[in-house]
């Protein structure tokens, strides 16, 4: 009896809105680097709708096989095979990247591993290359939303190093390995995308 596929109904919200941001920024022939793919949803989604993309998915190695459940059922050609990735990790398994995206990521991992991820994006991401990160942020130490709040205490209540991000923090991150913000995007339930574009060399 073949598993069940792993389904997220958030990632199944979303991925319309978060395809009119990547349609709107990428472009024929780059690779995206999948920070956190979780159910495969959006890869096979995103990959789907951008044949001419090439999606490379990861996951932290205790959850590839229930990633690998939903590609190797569903992936197209355009997405490779799963790596194994902590952001945690140096190096990365994976070089030379166009775009680094990960979505409901950032307040799942430490505030650490936030900084290691950034540390770690910048020796992938090519020069000109882009950072989306989509999920909810703080802004001036304030929420966007009441529901925000209270989804932090359900996240600190589960694991008390997780939390909204203050996107000016985030931003100061990005700023110090060569990234500028581009667009920030207000999303659906209280969510942004946030683009960056890396300083070319």
């Given amino acids: 009896m073949s598993e069940k596929l792993p ?5 199944e919200n979303n991925r319309e809105p978060v395809l009119s941001i990547l349609r709107e920024v990428l472009e024929d022939g780059q690779k995206v ?15 789907a709708q951008m044949p001419a993309i090439t999606w490379q998915p990861s996951e932290q190695r205790h959850n ?16 490779r095979e799963a790596v194994a990735l ?8 994976v070089r030379d990247m166009d775009v ?5 990521c950032v307040h ?17 991401l090519l020069s000109g290359g882009l950072l989306i990160l989509y999920g909810p942020f703080k802004y001036n130490g304030a929420f966007t939303s009441s529901s925000n709040a209270l989804f932090e205490q359900w996240l ?10 203050d996107f000016e923090k985030v931003n100061e991150l990005a700023r ?26």
């Avoid at 680094?100 to 409901?104: D, H, L, Q």
């Avoid at 600190?156 to 991000?165: A, E, F």
């Avoid at 581009?182 to 060399?201: F, G, I, S, T």
């Fill in 100 to 104: 680094v995206y990960a979505a409901n």
């Fill in 86 to 93: 902590d952001v945690a990790d140096d190096p990365w398994p």
């Fill in 156 to 165: 600190k209540g589960n694991d008390p190093v997780s939390g909204i991000r």
């Fill in 176 to 201: 110090n390995i060569g990234l500028h913000l581009l667009k920030d995007h207000a999303m659906p339930a209280n969510n942004q995308c946030l683009v960056w574009k890396k300083r070319e060399r």
């Fill in 33 to 47: 680097l999948e920070i956190g793919s979780g159910t495969g949803q959006h890869a096979v989604y995103f990959a």
């Fill in 7 to 11: 389904f997220s109904q958030a990632a």
């Fill in 64 to 79: 590839l096989h229930t990633l690998n459940l939903r590609l190797d059922a569903e992936a197209p050609a355009n997405v």
């Fill in 108 to 124: 799942i991992m430490s505030w650490q591993h936030v900084v290691k991820m950034f540390r770690g994006l910048d020796k992938v």
